[in-house]
């Protein structure tokens, strides 16, 4: 079992960064692909970026490659996105996730975080 919360989140201007965080509890954490999507309003849940469970291996949306950066902390327990170069586009609930293995699809991911609200301003 694996628990999930995100933070980071707030209003922000276009052209600004931001970093979120997702703080992960339980004994295997370490060894979860970790993973973040994004819902704006009226539309689906969108792939973000995803980490390997050593940190080696990520992926990104097309929408976010070259502006967003994921990483992680094991020893924190502490997967990370690194934000620049902020769109209005980029405004959406952003949620943390946890996989078994490296992948984009949705539906793999086993645990959720609550999310945590991007807004950016043009």
């Known amino acids: 079992q694996v628990q999930l919360v995100e933070s980071g989140g707030r209003s922000v201007q276009a052209g600004d960064s931001l970093r979120l965080s997702c703080v992960a509890s339980g004994r295997t954490y370490q060894h979860y692909t970790m993973g973040w999507f994004r819902q704006a309003p009226g539309k689906e849940s969108e792939f973000v970026a995803t980490i390997s469970w050593s940190g080696v291996n990520t992926r990104y949306a097309d929408s976010v490659k070259g502006r967003f950066t994921i990483s992680r902390d094991n020893a924190k327990n502490t997967v990370y996105l690194q934000m620049n170069s902020l769109k209005p586009e980029d405004t959406a609930i952003y949620y943390c996730?946890?996989?078994?293995?490296?992948?984009?699809?949705?539906?793999?991911?086993?645990?959720w975080g609550q999310g945590t609200q991007v807004t950016v301003s043009s």
């Open positions: 996730a946890a996989a078994r293995d490296l992948t984009t699809t949705r539906g793999l991911y086993s645990y």
